[in-house]
């Protein structure tokens, strides 16, 4: 989650690393059974970058019965306060995606793709994804500087190979991930999806990561199998480096795991519990921010 507007120093950056960004919904595309994938983009996303690889940012959407999300004063410090002071039926609902690929689009406008898991239609942000369409408006809370704090995966130059270990949610910051590796630095990968069939959710992998994929069927009590698959595993010689993301309690089981049994530095671990079971986003921020 960004909710900062930290100021940066470089002579020619803009002074806001992350500041709000006005798209549409150009287009909505299925990738596989529990994965679809929106386009934005419009000329509101002049000036967002990308970082690539991890890129997260924050994402807004109406609430109910409105068309447009609107943050009152998205262009100062203040933003985060006046929002979380608002009714939580007027609010716009806040949640945190990854940035799948920019590139240029129509009139030299950036265009981002944001690959959801579908799971159902209990949480807000799954069922504004399954029911999108063009010309739907959101707000991004997100980057205008590549070189940004929202970007997590930052192998140490010494790193021999690298393990990727993610669920569905965390799916599109893996092909992120794949499409700016060095070609020749093994990959490692363990993913855990609904179905079979959510694995063309990745483009083809490159020559010299290895992918080993399980499915949960959507049942919660059959997730979790990433650490149970890695403890079975042999991990190469030399300086490794971990990525881990997805479900809170499976990402730190599994890092445990690298940690107390495989003898992995800590240091060479980034770990992110993209959600959890039985809380909804809004119910961890009140947690994180001790309410
Ligand atoms: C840095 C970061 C990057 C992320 N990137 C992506 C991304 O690119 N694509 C993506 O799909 N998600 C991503 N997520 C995860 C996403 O933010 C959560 O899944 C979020 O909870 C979805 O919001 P919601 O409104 O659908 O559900 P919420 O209202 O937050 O939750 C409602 C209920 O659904 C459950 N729930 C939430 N997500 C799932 C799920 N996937 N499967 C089953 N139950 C779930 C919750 O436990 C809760 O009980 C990312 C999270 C972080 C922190």
Redesign the pocket.
């Known amino acids: 989650?960004t909710t900062d507007n930290t100021a940066t120093t470089g002579a020619d950056e803009p002074s806001t690393p992350f500041r709000f960004f006005d798209a549409r919904v150009l287009r909505v595309r299925r990738l596989s059974p529990s994965?679809t994938r929106v386009t934005f983009g419009g000329p509101g996303l002049d000036g967002f970058r990308s970082g690539g690889n991890?890129q997260?940012f924050s994402l807004f959407l109406p609430p109910p019965g409105r068309a447009v999300p609107d943050v009152p004063g998205r262009d100062g410090d203040g933003w985060f306060h006046a929002w979380r002071a608002q009714d939580p039926a007027d609010r716009a609902?806040m949640?945190?995606?990854?940035i799948?690929a920019q590139r240029a689009g129509a009139g030299g406008h950036p265009e981002v793709d944001?690959?959801?898991?579908l799971?159902?239609d209990?949480?807000?942000?799954?069922?504004?994804a399954a029911n999108s369409a063009p010309d739907d408006r959101v707000l991004l809370l997100g980057p205008a500087v590549e070189d940004n704090k929202?970007v997590?995966f930052r192998p140490p130059p010494d790193t021999d190979w690298v393990l990727l270990a993610a669920?569905?949610?965390?799916?599109?910051?893996v092909g992120g991930i794949l499409d700016r590796l060095p070609p020749d630095l093994p990959a490692l990968l363990w993913l855990e999806v609904p179905h079979e069939d959510d694995r063309h959710a990745l483009p083809p992998l490159p020559a010299h990561a290895h992918a080993h994929w399980s499915t949960h069927g959507?049942d919660?009590a059959r997730r979790g199998g990433l650490t149970r698959a890695v403890a079975d595993a042999e991990l190469p010689d030399g300086r490794g480096y971990a990525w881990l993301?997805g479900?809170a309690g499976g990402v730190r089981a599994l890092r445990r795991h690298l940690v107390h049994e495989r003898g992995l530095d800590r240091r060479r671990i980034t770990f992110?519990?993209?959600?959890?079971?039985?809380?909804?986003?809004?119910q961890?921020r009140q947690e994180a921010l001790g309410g």
């Open positions: 989650m994965l991890d997260s609902i949640r945190s995606y990854t799948r944001v690959d959801f898991a799971h159902g209990v949480g807000p942000a799954s069922r504004w929202s997590g669920d569905e949610t965390a799916i599109p910051a959507g919660p993301a479900e992110s519990g993209y959600w959890r079971l039985g809380a909804s986003e809004e961890l």
